[in-house]
């Protein structure tokens, strides 16, 4: 935070936007600058794990959905309302895409062009990408179209190995759905870092050519609708690693075997996609405990999905914090996107919690080991092997917990007296309240955080939302219960978005209760709100984006709620605008 407002002092304040259509000139290119601060600063993998999860958590329902919008809007109702994922997030990646396909030398000229040029100047994007084309003289007319046109890219894949040849054929289609006042896409312009991996050996295979599309070694250029590349001089059945690094924002279409899922997860050379590889078996996994569940059958799991996580926890090859976010679950969001429509939160919560106990039962044999290797010498430091260590551990006990280990039970609640610093304590606070069964444990954790922190506001804010995530359906008692909170207060933003917000975006199944308690409980509270801060009020409304994708009786209670609140009254510009274009 503190790198992204000191960025700001050139792409932002020295080069400021012409108008308010260009708001991405300055958050989306300020957002790229901190997050490469970061990914210098601490593990530059798990950096770009991080970023990809806020992106697609945020910004890919946004594109999804009917509040999709251009990272430059053509036209907007109020401006408060685009202060989005898509020009914060989706912005910084379009700078990212820019740096990969103009390379360091190029890219670091056209930053410099364009600080030098239009210093003290308003700007526009296109001034911005015109400094870039000059540097290199190169034609970005079809890349800008990740400026103009919303929604999120979709490449369908799929593959052929010839041994004969020694070939390895890749059939690609873009396509890119309508979005509002957008019915009719263009082919864009996506670059995308693959490479192959030896199925026997699990080397990276070099082809000796690649025909079908423009390429720089592992950089393919997308730039039509199909394309069908061919890696020649390929001796032996390879898998393909594709979008590495997550080098574009889009969605990939192609069906690994869970076995090769396994394999790439163990050998791919790429950081990211050993991640990805794992947490695609995992969602797998979740989606298909999800039917069996519903059968009322008890979930049967991929033989090499515990020996897969179990080998990763043990590798000290790998950095703790890159362990720990390989091992962290794709969240119920997550899996809610993977499925698409007739979203049921609650049979997710419960496939999820299966395999978490599942992972959990196959790590508890060799956690103590793990944990012995994780102890951290001298004082604390916020430094990167420091909380790398930590995190571990929290995903590690975590796991435990689900499979309810009694002695994570006590090992948590230790944890959380004798904790030296608020990572750690925060953490055991957070898997008292969500994973150990025990309603005076957990009272007394409250009572305790308090008592320790009551007099500070943004630790407080921690201990009011710790609770307003908790899952069930007791959830809503609880926000209830926390707005009569003597420090809770409807005129503090921060206060309000660690109860309500946290509430309304990140609890799913208190949320996306059946009988449509937590829709009209929401619905009500943006219009208290709204008498006292538009603004967030219109932000807090977004918790609703995605309710067309739900179930019919979720879906229909959601929209009753969002009509409810249509007719109960005039709204304020900010929310209207959001309240119409999510209905629309």
């Known amino acids: 935070i503190i790198a992204h407002e000191y960025f700001h002092n050139w792409t932002g304040d020295r080069i400021t936007c012409r108008d308010w259509f260009q708001l991405c000139l300055k958050e989306g290119l300020t957002v790229y600058r901190d997050q490469e601060f970061s990914a210098d600063m601490r593990s530059r993998p798990v950096k770009r794990i991080e970023d990809v999860v806020t992106l697609r958590a945020q910004q890919f329902p946004e594109d999804a959905g009917p509040l999709a919008h251009p990272v ?160 020649h001089g390929i001796a032996e059945r390879p898998l393909l690693s594709f979008n590495r690094d997550f080098s574009a924002p889009v969605i990939t279409d192609y069906r690994y075997s869970d076995n090769e899922l396994v394999f790439l997860a163990a050998n791919d050379t790429d950081p990211f996609n050993r991640w990805q590889s794992l947490r695609t078996l995992a969602g797998r996994e979740i989606i298909r405990a999800m039917r069996q569940l519903a059968k009322r059958r008890k979930p049967a799991w991929n033989d090499g999905l515990a020996p897969a996580f179990s080998s990763v926890a043990r590798d000290e090859t790998l950095e703790p914090a890159f362990r720990a976010v390989a091992l962290t679950l794709p969240s119920e969001a997550d899996i809610a996107q993977l499925i698409g429509k007739n979203i049921d939160p609650d049979a997710i919560h419960s496939a999820r919690n299966a395999l978490q106990g599942h992972i959990g039962e196959a790590l508890e044999p060799v956690r103590a080991e793990i944990t012995a290797t994780l102890e951290i010498d001298g004082e604390y430091a916020p430094d990167a092997m420091q909380s790398g260590k930590r995190r571990l551990r929290h995903v590690l006990l975590s796991h435990a917990l689900a499979a309810n280990s009694e002695a ?177």
């Not at 390379?103 to 911005?128: S, V």
């Not at 800008?144 to 040849?165: C, I, M, N, V």
């Not at 150990?436 to 009572?447: H, M, Q």
């Not at 879906?555 to 009753?560: D, G, L, N, Y």
Request: charged share 30%.
């Open 72 to 231: 430059r809007p053509e036209a907007y109702r109020e401006i408060n309302n685009f202060y989005t994922a898509t020009v914060y997030e989706k912005g910084a990646e379009i700078v990212r895409m820019l740096a990969l396909l103009l390379g360091e030398k190029k890219f670091a000229k056209g930053m410099a062009r364009y600080l030098n040029k239009h210093d003290g100047d308003a700007a526009t994007i296109e001034d911005f990408i015109a400094c870039f084309e000059q540097a290199a003289k190169t034609d970005l007319s079809q890349f800008f179209l990740w400026y103009r046109q919303a929604g999120t890219p979709h490449l369908h894949l799929a593959s052929h190995y010839d041994k004969e040849k020694q070939t390895f054929t890749v059939e690609a289609e873009q396509s890119l759905a309508p979005t509002p006042g957008q019915n009719r896409k263009k082919p864009m312009h996506i670059p995308v870092r693959a490479a192959l991996i030896g199925s026997k050996s699990g080397k990276q295979l070099e082809p000796s050519k690649i025909t079908g599309i423009d390429s720089n070694g592992e950089l393919l250029e997308f730039r039509q609708r199909r394309h069908k590349i061919v890696f």
């Open 408 to 584: 994570a039970e006590k090992e948590v609640t230790d944890l959380f007296q004798s904790a030296t610093n608020m990572t750690d304590r925060q953490a055991a606070f957070d898997m008292i309240l969500r994973q150990v069964d025990d309603t005076e444990i957990s009272e007394k954790a409250i009572a305790q955080f308090r008592q320790w922190y009551g007099d500070d506001p943004l630790v407080m804010d921690k201990w009011f939302m710790s609770q307003a995530v908790v899952p069930g359906r007791s959830a809503l008692a609880t926000v209830k219960r926390l707005t009569r909170d003597d420090a809770f207060s409807w005129k503090n933003p921060n206060r309000m978005r660690s109860v309500i917000a946290a509430f309304a975006q990140a609890n799913p199944t208190g949320f996306n209760r059946r009988d449509g308690a937590g829709y009209r409980y929401i619905a009500d509270a943006v219009r208290k709100l709204d008498a006292i801060n538009p603004q967030v009020a219109a932000r807090l409304l977004t918790a609703f984006r995605s309710y067309k994708q739900l179930e019919s009786e979720r879906r229909k209670q959601a929209e009753a709620a969002l009509k409810g609140l249509k007719e109960g009254g005039k709204l304020s510009r900010d929310v209207s605008d959001i309240l119409d274009r999510t209905l629309s």
